[in-house]
């Protein structure tokens, strides 16, 4: 618990209980192959014909990865990456970029993050007043420390008040310009402090149009499996439509949700990084379809190469910095392949446009996909070594007066607290 000599301002829980969640595809094997039952979901004005979202993922799912994701899958949604309401508001540059749209965009979904009310208010009206978003989700699942300690992401909803008050502020000026709003849960901080249940009640009640739960509390962080029951207690206790979320590697896996769960929908993280075509293999198991795309190198390339073209749009023509987006992505996409560790290092250190062609030149486009990573996890998998939060934080369900100040009180744009 909190150490007052060592951190004196914040609240700090270790997780050392959270590591035995087994994969719910694993230790069920009587899973019964009923038919799939899935249905366009309704998100008030906004018509999901195939509920598949594609989850916000920061430095990932900007415009140029949204619309490839697009491209392979079906009419889902495709979520932009969360923008912190504060740099919003402050017309911050990079999260003014970060709120483009491409025109192709079926659906222009947009997430806030905020922990002050009246700054994520601020921020929603900024999306309804300069049209920026059909769509508005709100991050009340971030379990990054420099979140959660400022009492934000997946610290938020332990405090009802403060969740009520922000999901009351953002509906109320989105549904003024009929646009959805939607709300990001995790099951809560650890299993002695879970949130899920209260949570999806409270945005239910507030006018929320549907909830997405990370099966996974903030202690388990990305280690261990998203525990999908939790995502069927959700889905039986409300009547908004609920999307489940977490370890969605492959198409069988989003069936498998859906059947053991009953979700509405399923949301796709960590699953479609360098794996764009994904959705097209969930579009095909979704109209029954048994093809798979599993693409050979060349074609791997193809998607790089265009990725790159899209990236330096968005960078409005700045190559270098495109392509320094790219590379996480390009370690991605090559994942499983044999290429080898100075091809890899040649990529993490290109400049420019040239340099990924030059590269991409060099490999040889016949290489069939690795078996071996199809479908399998990747991206983040470790647990929270600790759960940071704001000192006291866990003491009360609602805000004092005192948390309040201590939690807004420097922030200069703030005039109601
Ligand atoms: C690199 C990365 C960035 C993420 N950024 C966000 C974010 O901005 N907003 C959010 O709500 N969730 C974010 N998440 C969480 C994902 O949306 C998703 O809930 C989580 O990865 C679990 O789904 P998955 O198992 O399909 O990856 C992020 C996850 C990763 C791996």
Same mark, same amino acid.
């Given at each position: 618990?909190?150490?007052?000599?060592?951190?004196?301002?914040?609240?700090?829980?270790?997780?050392?209980?959270?590591?035995?969640?087994?994969?719910?595809?694993?230790?069920?094997?009587?899973?019964?192959?009923? &038919? *799939?039952?899935?249905?366009?979901? !309704?998100? +008030?004005?906004?018509?999901? $014909?195939?509920?598949?979202? #594609?989850?916000?993922?920061?430095?990932?799912?900007?415009?140029?990865?949204?619309?490839?994701?697009?491209?392979?899958?079906?009419?889902?949604?495709?979520?932009?990456?969360?923008?912190?309401?504060?740099?919003?508001?402050?017309?911050?540059?990079?999260?003014?970029?970060?709120?483009?749209?491409?025109?192709?965009?079926?659906?222009?979904?947009?997430?806030?993050?905020?922990?002050?009310?009246?700054?994520?208010?601020?921020?929603?009206?900024?999306?309804?007043?300069?049209?920026?978003?059909?769509?508005?989700?709100?991050?009340?699942?971030? &379990? *990054?420390?420099?979140?959660?300690? !400022?009492? +934000?992401?997946?610290?938020? $909803?332990?405090?009802?008040? #403060?969740?009520?008050?922000?999901?009351?502020?953002?509906?109320?000026?989105?549904?003024?310009?009929?646009?959805?709003?939607?709300?990001?849960?995790?099951?809560?901080?650890?299993?002695?402090?879970?949130?899920?249940?209260?949570?999806?009640?409270?945005?239910?009640?507030?006018?929320?149009?549907?909830?997405?739960?990370?099966?996974?509390?903030?202690?388990?962080?990305?280690?261990?499996?998203?525990?999908?029951?939790?995502?069927?207690?959700?889905?039986?206790?409300?009547?908004?439509?609920?999307?489940?979320?977490?370890?969605?590697?492959?198409?069988?896996?989003?069936?498998?949700?859906?059947?053991?769960?009953?979700?509405?929908?399923?949301?796709?993280?960590?699953?479609?990084?360098?794996?764009?075509?994904?959705?097209?293999?969930?579009?095909?198991?979704?109209?029954?379809?048994?093809?798979?795309?599993?693409?050979?190198?060349?074609?791997?390339?193809?998607?790089?190469?265009?990725?790159?073209?899209?990236?330096?749009?968005?960078?409005?023509?700045?190559?270098?910095?495109?392509?320094?987006?790219?590379?996480?992505?390009?370690?991605?996409?090559?994942?499983?392949?044999?290429?080898?560790?100075?091809?890899?290092?040649?990529?993490?250190?290109?400049?420019?446009?040239?340099?990924?062609?030059?590269?991409?030149?060099?490999?040889?486009?016949?290489?069939?996909?690795?078996?071996?990573?199809?479908?399998?996890?990747?991206?983040?998998?470790?647990?929270?070594?600790?759960?940071?939060?704001?000192?006291?934080?866990?003491?009360?369900?609602?805000?004092?007066?005192?948390?309040?100040?201590?939690?807004?009180?420097?922030?200069?744009?703030?005039?109601?607290?």
């Amino acid at each position: 618990m909190h150490d007052p000599v060592m951190e004196p301002m914040e609240t700090t829980i270790s997780a050392p209980h959270e590591t035995e969640i087994l994969d719910p595809r694993t230790d069920s094997p009587s899973v019964p192959a009923d &038919p *799939v039952h899935i249905s366009p979901v !309704r998100l +008030g004005p906004i018509t999901v $014909p195939t509920p598949v979202v #594609l989850s916000p993922m920061a430095g990932v799912t900007n415009w140029p990865f949204r619309v490839l994701c697009e491209e392979y899958g079906p009419e889902g949604l495709y979520v932009a990456e969360m923008i912190t309401a504060r740099a919003l508001v402050a017309r911050n540059p990079k999260a003014l970029r970060l709120c483009r749209f491409a025109p192709q965009e079926r659906v222009r979904s947009l997430q806030l993050y905020g922990v002050n009310p009246s700054i994520v208010e601020q921020a929603a009206r900024i999306v309804v007043d300069e049209h920026m978003a059909d769509h508005v989700d709100l991050n009340f699942g971030c &379990p *990054v420390p420099k979140v959660t300690r !400022r009492g +934000g992401g997946s610290a938020l $909803p332990w405090k009802t008040d #403060l969740f009520a008050e922000i999901l009351r502020r953002v509906v109320k000026v989105c549904d003024a310009a009929d646009i959805p709003v939607t709300a990001k849960i995790r099951v809560g901080i650890d299993h002695e402090h879970e949130t899920f249940l209260e949570a999806g009640h409270i945005a239910q009640e507030e006018g929320c149009r549907a909830v997405t739960l990370h099966a996974r509390t903030t202690a388990e962080y990305y280690g261990g499996h998203s525990d999908w029951s939790r995502i069927g207690e959700l889905k039986s206790a409300l009547d908004i439509p609920v999307f489940g979320n977490g370890d969605i590697w492959g198409a069988e896996d989003a069936l498998a949700m859906i059947r053991q769960t009953g979700c509405d929908g399923v949301a796709i993280g960590r699953g479609c990084q360098g794996r764009p075509w994904l959705f097209a293999n969930i579009r095909n198991a979704f109209e029954g379809r048994p093809e798979r795309l599993n693409p050979n190198l060349g074609e791997v390339c193809d998607v790089i190469w265009r990725h790159a073209g899209l990236l330096t749009q968005f960078y409005d023509g700045d190559e270098r910095m495109a392509v320094h987006d790219l590379r996480k992505h390009i370690a991605w996409y090559l994942k499983g392949f044999p290429v080898g560790g100075s091809t890899r290092k040649a990529f993490m250190e290109c400049e420019s446009l040239a340099d990924v062609r030059r590269e991409i030149d060099r490999l040889d486009p016949t290489v069939e996909y690795p078996e071996r990573v199809i479908d399998k996890p990747r991206g983040r998998v470790r647990f929270a070594k600790k759960v940071h939060l704001p000192y006291g934080w866990l003491d009360s369900r609602v805000t004092t007066h005192e948390e309040r100040e201590t939690l807004f009180g420097d922030d200069p744009m703030d005039a109601s607290y």
